[in-house]
Every structure is written in structure tokens, then in C-alpha cells.
């Protein structure tokens, strides 16, 4: 892991995400401005900001599926970039729509990656994280005819085959309808609480992020605006007399539309 260092309510925390001055250009515009964050072992990191402000963007990068055009970053204590790192390995993600084969049911949607994984005993693996993210009663049912919320439940088990110690949510609740959004989020502090996972998970929705987060960054037109801890967070709200949602609109000079 990274260098310890004295993490939120006083633990001492290893990094388990580092990036400096990370910058990403398309067509000659910077869609990611010198983004230099942290992330530590543990956290669930809420990565707010509105469409268009270069979440995905930034957490392609963390996953590999983009490369920076500048910048550098650790990942799990080690830079991805070099030749022969297994950081991206380490790594479980659910970037914008789970893909699945719509005519195979579940678990043979997991099967089907834990044999790309080379996972051992993907029986027990696939049984383990059924459970987890409560499908068991439905792993055998196609997954053309599951509804969204059953859909993000298996993006998730998918992003957790191989037991990654970091997990990448993109959008997660994105299209879910109030209950879906309250299952999702019991299940990702589920996830953080039993195994431990470092989570890093992006959203628009100011609501939601602040009841799972125990960290925050402020993505603003591709640069970090804001981070901190939700104590430090939360304190500075309160001396300020102002919601989450005003403190945000502050930060980004929104007018709160």
C-alpha cells in the first residue's frame, strides 16, 4: 500500500489512490485540469460533480481503460503506468452500463468472467457474491429480463469477482427509482463495511453521495475544486449556516438549477 498517513476520525490510513496533477485532452481541450487528489485505504470517496465535469473521465483513468496525457498517479502504492504493474488488476469497476450477455443467466454471466479472471473455484466465488449483492433467489434467470436495479446489483458482483481492493462505481444509481437507489446504496456500505473495499463512486446527485461518502472531491469543468473529509466537510457547512447542496453551489459558482 501507500504511505501511512493520519486518516479521517484518526485512524492512520495507507493511500490507496494518489494522483498529481493528472491532465486529460480531447481535441486540444483539457477535459481534466492538473487533478491531484487522494484517496485512502478504506473510504467510500465521493466524487461529485455535475455532467460534464470529467468524473468518468478521471475514473477511466484510475481503471486503465484511459490513459492521462499528462500527470502521474499511484494506485495501491504503486504506479500503474509501469511496465509490469498489476495495480489495474487490484481494481473492480462499474463505469457508465454494466454489460452482460442478455441470454445467459447470471450466474453464467459470472462463470463466464471468473474463467477471463482465471479465478479458482469460481463456484464458491459466484455463490459468495450472489449472496452479497442479494440475487441468489434469481441466478438463474436471464438477465433480458431483469430490471435495472437487479442490473447494477450484478454490474457490482461482476466488478467484485477476484475480490478487488479498490471498486470504481460510475453513476451507480443513475435511473433508479427510489427504492432501487436505497438497495444500491445499503449494498455498497455493505460491501465497505464487510470486506473492507476502498470504494471511490461519482455522482450528480449531492443527496445521496452524502450518505454513504466518508470523503469528498468537487469536480468543476475538469478541475478538483474541493476535497476533504465528511467531518471537515460537515463542520464547515455548519460555520457557514448552508446545506451540503449550497456549499456545493458555492464552491462551483452554480446557481443551484
Known amino acids: ?4 498517513i493520519s486518516g479521517w476520525r484518526g485512524r492512520v490510513m495507507s493511500l490507496a489512490i494518489v494522483t498529481k496533477d493528472i491532465v486529460k485532452k480531447y481535441d486540444g481541450q483539457n477535459v481534466l485540469d492538473k487533478v491531484s487528489l487522494s484517496v485512502l485505504e478504506g473510504d467510500i470517496y465521493g466524487l461529485v460533480g455535475r455532467n460534464g465535469a470529467g468524473k468518468t473521465t478521471f475514473m477511466k483513468i484510475v481503471c486503465g481503460l484511459s490513459s492521462p496525457t499528462s500527470g502521474s498517479m499511484s ?4 504506479d500503474p503506468l509501469t511496465k509490469g504493474s498489476e495495480s489495474f488488476s487490484k481494481i473492480g469497476s462499474l463505469i457508465e452500463t454494466p454489460c452482460f450477455f442478455p441470454y445467459m443467466n447470471a450466474t453464467d454471466n459470472l462463470m463466464l468472467k471468473c ?5 479458482d473455484a469460481p463456484d464458491k466465488h459466484i455463490k459468495e457474491l450472489l449472496e452479497l449483492v442479494g440475487l441468489q433467489n434469481v441466478r438463474n434467470k436471464h438477465t433480458r ?7 447494477q446489483r450484478l454490474g457490482l458482483a461482476m466488478a467484485l469477482i477476484g475480490n478487488p481492493e479498490l471498486l470504481v462505481l460510475d453513476e451507480p444509481i443513475n435511473g433508479l427509482d427510489p427504492q432501487g437507489i436505497a438497495e444500491i446504496r445499503s449494498l ?3 460491501i465497505n463495511r464487510e470486506t473492507g473495499t476502498t470504494i471511490v463512486i461519482s455522482s450528480h446527485i449531492l443527496s445521496e453521495l452524502s450518505k454513504v461518502a466518508t470523503r469528498y472531491g468537487i469536480l468543476d469543468c475538469g478541475k478538483l475544486v474541493y476535497e476533504n473529509s465528511r467531518e471537515a466537510l460537515e463542520a464547515e457547512c455548519e460555520n457557514k449556516d448552508m446545506s451540503f447542496e449550497d456549499f456545493y453551489f458555492q464552491i462551483t459558482q452554480g446557481d443551484g438549477r
Not at 474463467?115 to 479465478?119: F, K, L, S
Not at 429480463?145 to 442490473?151: E, I, N
Open 115 to 119: 474463467i477471463c479472471c482465471g479465478i
Open 145 to 151: 429480463d431483469f430490471s435495472l436495479g437487479m442490473r
Open 188 to 190: 455498497i456500505l455493505k
Open 1 to 4: 500500500m501507500g504511505e501511512p
Open 75 to 78: 494506485i495501491l502504492g504503486a
